[in-house]
């Protein structure tokens, strides 16, 4: 099984942006978070971030035929990105939308997503854990 676990703007700032917020571990420390879990489940995984709406996009396209599944955190990009959904619908590979914090108990426009309605399920407010169990779910109910 092959998963992509995708990242949008300013996730690669974690530690550091709103650490109140988004909590004071490092992007570093959720990548090895995701390979120690993945390698304890004989999941091959991939990490990607990107600040570019585009890049992400690419990868989504790259990797139709080539994974199983994607854990994405679109970050800002949830609330106004078409193109990450449209990508997500062209590839229809299952899905699972994180985030870090529970964008529902947040500003009014981060209730709002565009790309939940590709997602096979959207986790919010599980801190780190969330990508973890994003796989979880991938692998036991979505993936065979």
Request: charged share 25%; with cysteine.
């Amino acid at each position: 099984m092959k998963l992509l676990v995708l990242n949008g703007p300013n996730i690669n700032m974690l530690g550091i942006r709103e650490p109140d917020i988004y909590g004071r571990e490092t992007y570093a420390a959720l990548l090895k978070r995701i390979e120690e879990h993945c390698a304890a489940r004989g999941i091959d995984v991939e990490c990607y971030q990107s600040n570019h709406e585009g890049d992400l996009v690419d990868k989504i396209q790259a990797a139709y035929g080539k994974c199983d599944g994607i854990v994405i955190n679109p970050a800002a990009y949830t609330h106004t990105s078409v193109a990450l959904l449209d990508a997500v619908k062209a590839v229809s590979i299952p899905t699972v939308e994180v985030h870090i914090s529970d964008v529902d108990a947040r500003d009014e426009f981060r209730r709002v997503s565009y790309i939940r309605a590709a997602c096979v399920a959207m986790i919010s407010g599980r801190g780190l854990q969330g990508y973890l169990d994003a796989i979880d779910l991938l692998a036991e109910r979505f993936v065979k």
